[in-house]
Structures are given as structure tokens and as C-alpha cells.
């Protein structure tokens, strides 16, 4: 239900929120009177509920200043409703004093699906219109929310007073923009809430129209989320018994698949198959059912129906079994309302049982520390990032993508359609575990509450750095709806903003979460954006240059410093160092190599850090020449990375590679030296752009981190 303008003021003066006073006229002469009272000049508006959009429909009538415009203002709005909008129920005309023209400013709410009430703020006009020049907070909004909000606007500088406009009163948007989130906090049957336009001014800001959308269903209280039984999901990592359901000798099933992993990845605790007819699996003794199992069951990889479940899972609870699971699939991801209905009831029963079960439909779990994994091919050695992916597909993906830079696992799940586990229960589990620095996600949808995965995130996010990816983002915001914050808060938007504000670091796609994962596996905090860089010839050289400016980062001229001790050391073209290090003028057994260069940059108060671009494919040499040539190179970084007081690391270009490639010397020298990087632990990207993205996050994130102990 939608307040007219009259009612949504009126709640919103007795906020404190500053607005422009409207009285409702029901006839002409009141119009007249009222005109006079509020003083000239004034705007008319037609006050209707059935519209909502009062200019559009030839409504609103600005720059009165005698009683007989007024009146024959009254006449047309109403003609013209009548003509635009037949059949409108009309109240009556909105009388207001015309405010002094101000910067046309927009703030409103919607309430998302997942975070709920969200905040938008932008410029007015065409800004919100065409520009969509806007940013969210989820409420309640901080005053550092609000001034990072006006702040982070592309039109900002519209705002300080840019070509001699007047600068607007940034405190007084701020205080707007932290009463309106106390008072939608307050009135949980507020539903979307627009603003448009506030007037800013150099003292001050009102809003001169402002819509209401009422919830007559004020949503719901939130569900507290039980995390007592977190403890009891260890089994999923480190169980000391697993039963295979379904455990089989014919290579072409996934029963097969799991025990085979089992035992080629080193699982050493007990492994029982259960299989109704083999007396044996792969050498193991079978038993035919869970019960006829002599020991204690910890964990079950059930891979048979998942129709058979219901009855399986009776005797799992006599068994003690702690954790399930379901790579079985065909459940509710089939739309079918049977397998919706027999999930429910396997979802119940778990319950019930006090058993977690991760699934069903997914791959399960990879953990190399434990003999986990899910397949064949998975790197046997275990590392530190976490990863939470609902898809079974993109699990493989960010395993096998990750192992080719140089990321090993903690953990790896892929959780489908977590009708018990959800990502509240694994993300948790993360944040404690100590052997995970970095968690990374891929979420198609989430299970809980998204005001609880926010404190989640908030709460992991101190620890340690959470990187997200979260499919299907594009389709959610496509809504027609009443209001621009509720069209502009297309779902990717408020996502990205609410991830960001507990402190997570939300990306676009596999690709981007691997290469942020990268900076944050390998790279110790960077303070600041200056950069000692080189490695290339001049025309690389100069793109990377100009590439790292495009994103904001600072090559920092060679302090003379540095080129005094080269002069020092005897090299030959001392006086032509310079950052970015060129390397088509290094000097066979000269002193200065790129290298040597960047190590000294290091020690350099003037940088921050260091990037060398390996550059293996620019260069004119034979085979020969060349291998020896690289690994100098590439052995002289690899000392650098050990030596260097600021944080280092590599570009490595990737190009997709055919078989004749793959077969060719050149490229084969290249994959073993990307190999040696990776084994010295060495951070590879594979673009100027890829680097900058990812350490643009990891300088965000360290200076969120450190601002949270202040
Ligand atoms: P709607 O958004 O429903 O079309 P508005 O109430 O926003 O109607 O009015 C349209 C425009 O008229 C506003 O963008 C603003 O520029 C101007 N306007 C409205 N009210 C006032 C006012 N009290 N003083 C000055 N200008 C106003
Ligand atoms: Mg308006």
C-alpha cells in the first residue's frame, strides 16, 4: 500500500527527516488559502493513489506565484490526471512552498530478498536515471556508512563545489542518510521508501517528494541459526571410519570412483564398502548392509538411490554415524515434486538423527591433509584456502585452475543442494579451523538467512580474508517495480555492497576468485600503492605502466640513490636505470640486472612493493640461448622473492595453447619455469590487469582489517 506524499512526509518529519511541508488542498479556494499561507511562490501536486509518478501523468506544477495560477494550476492537474490516468481516485492537490533549486539528490530503500532493507543514495535527475550513479548499504547505516556512500558516487566532486557550483552540505546528507536507516530499523512495515529528489543545499538538505510503500505482511523476524552442532561436522574432514554405500568393483560407478580415491589418496583410517552382493571391494571386505558393519562408522559416502535413503539412514542413527555424503542426486534440483517431497523428508529425518549430511547432489569432499577427494587427478599435497563451492562442477574447476597458480587446499567441498550443511555450517567451520588462511566461495543460493550470513562474514572477515563468488546474480534483478531504488538495487549490486560492508571480498567469476585467492595465498599485506616494476623491454614495459596507472596504482621514479650504487657496483648504463627496469639493456656480467634492480627498489623506502614481468615470450633467441638466458632470469626472481623486504611477485602471461604448442620446445620451457615459480612459491598472474585486480583487493581488505581495531 503507498502512502500519498501528504502521509509519507508526515512519518517522515516525525523522524527528524527534513522535508518540504505539504498540506492537502481538497478544492481550489482551500488551494488558494493554503498558497497563501505557506507563502509564494508554490508547487502543486495531485495527491492520488493510483499515481505514482505525479509528473509524468502532467501532476506537478512548480513556480507558482499568484492566486490565479494557482487556481488555474489546480484545473489542469486535474484535467490532465483525468485524461492520463482515467479512473484515478483523486484526494485532492498537495500544497507546498517552492524550495530554492538545489543539487537534486535521491535516497531511498528497498528491502532485497536475501539482506533485506537496503539503502541507496545518488544524484537526482539524469544521474539516477540514465547514469544508475548510485551506492547501497544494507541498514543499519553506520555515520561512516553514510559518508563512504555519498563518497563512493562517481559524481562526488558534483557534491565539493566542481566548476564553481556551490559545494553541498555533506554532514547534513550524511545525518539524512543515517535518520532514514534508524527510521526504516524502526518500522519494519516500511517496504521501499523513496526520496526523489532531496534538495541539497550549502546549508542543509530537504526532501521535496517522498513515496512510502507499506507492507500490509511486515516481514517476519529472523531465525536464530543453531550452530551447537558445528562440532559434529569435523567427520566430514577427519572421520576415523568411512562406509562406502554402494562401494563396487565395476570401474564405471562413482562407488568405485570414492573407494578408489580413498585409498590412492591415503586415507588411513578404517574403510568398510558396503555392497549387498561382493563379498570383497578392491580387496576390502564388504558387508552387504550398514548394520553388519562390526565397528563404529564415523562417515558414509552414500552414493546408491537416494530413494533408499529414508530406511538407510534408521540404521545409520543405531550406527552413530556422525556425517553423510549424498553424492546421490536427482532430488530436488529435478523440479520433480516427489523428490522435493522425499528430501523434506530426508532433511527431517537427519533432524531428527542429530547426523549432518552434506548434499545431496555434490561431489563431496577434498582433503589432501586427511586422504579426501573426489577425483583422480586432484593435487595429493595440502595447502591453506578453503573452499565452499555449491557446484560440483566449479569445485573441480577452482581445484584444477588453483593447482596451475600454485593454490593448494585446506579443504574443498562442493555442498549442492545443502538441505542440512549450508554455507552457514561450512563457512563457520572455516573461520575456526587453523589450517584455513583463506576461504573462498562459490554460492549459487543461500540456504540461511542473509542478515546471519552477514554477521557470519563480519565475523570470518576479522580473522581471515573470505572471497566470494555468488552465481545467478544477473536474473534476480530484473524487477518492475514502483520505485528507482528498488529497480536500481538489481540484486549483483546489493550483494557486492553487503559482502563488502562485513568486510568479504566479493568477485565476479571462477577465474577472479582463484586470482584473488592467489594474492591472498602467497602475498603478505601491501601498505600502499606504490610499485617498483620491470622486467620487459620497452614497449611491455610502458603498457604495464600504463596499465598499473589505470588502476590507480603509483610507478614511483628511481630514487638517484639507486642509481649511484649501480654506478657504484661498475654496471655500464647506470645512468639509464630507471623504474619501470628495462631488460633489453642489461649487459652480459654486468652488475645491474632486473633483478638486482628491483631488490634495491625493495629496500627503498619509495615502494611498497614489487612486480617483475618475466616477459618469456619477448625475446628473439634459440633454444639454447634462451633456456639459459630465462632461467637466469627466473632463478634471479626466485632469490629476489627470498630476499626481499616488501612483498614480490610475478607476471607470467597465459596464452591458450593448442596441441602443436604443447608439443613445441618454447612452450614447454615456459610451462616448466611457470612450474618452478609456483614449487618456490613464488605468486604468478597472468596480467598486469589480473594482478592489479587482486592486489587492489588485498590492499582493501588489510586496511578494513586495521581499521577494525581502531
Ligand atoms: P514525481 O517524482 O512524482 O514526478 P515530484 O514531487 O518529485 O514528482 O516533483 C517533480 C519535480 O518537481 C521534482 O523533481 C522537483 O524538481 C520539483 N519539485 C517538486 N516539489 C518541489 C518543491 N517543493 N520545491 C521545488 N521544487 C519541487
Ligand atoms: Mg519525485
Redesign the pocket.
Known sequence: MFLN?VESKKMLKAAGIAV?DTQLATSEEEAIALSKKVGFPV?L?IVSPDVV????AGG?K?GLKTSAQVSKAYQEIISSVNQKCPGAHILGIAV????P?GT?IIIGMTRDSQFGATLMFGL?GIFVELLKDVSFRVTPVSPKDAADMIREIKGYKMLTGFRGQPPVDIPALENMLVKVSQFIEANPQIKELDL??V?AYTQGATA??ARINIDEKPPVAKTAVNYQTLGKINSLFYPESVAVAGASNNPTSRGYDFMQHLINFGYKGKIYPINLKSPEVMGIKAYPTLDSIPGNVDHVIYCIGLENMPAFLDSCVKKGVKTIHAFSARGAETGRSDAKELEASIQKKVKEYGIRLLGPNCMGVYCPESGFSFCADFPTDKGSVGAIIQSGGSSTDITRYGALRGLRFSKLLSYGNAIDITEMDLLKYMCDDPETKVIIAFIEGLRGNGRDFLDLVRQTTAKKPFIVCKGGLSTAGARATMSHTASLAGSSMVWNTAIRQAGGIPVRDIDDLINVATAFNFIPPIKGKRLGTGGSGGGRNTVSVDEWETNGFEIVPLPQSIREEFKKRGAMLWDCLDNPADRSITVPGDAFTVPALLLEMAKDPNYDFICANIAADDHPYNRETFVEWIASNVEGYIKLHKESPKPFFTIFSERPLGTPEMDHWFWRECAKLRTRLNDEKVPVFPSVDKAAEAIKELIWYYKYKGSLKT
Do not use: T, Y
Request: charged share 25%.
Open positions: 506524499e518540504a508547487v501536486k509518478h505525479k509528473s509524468d506537478v512548480v507546498q512552498h517552492m524550495a533549486s537534486e537526482g526523489n529528489p534538495f521535496v517528494d
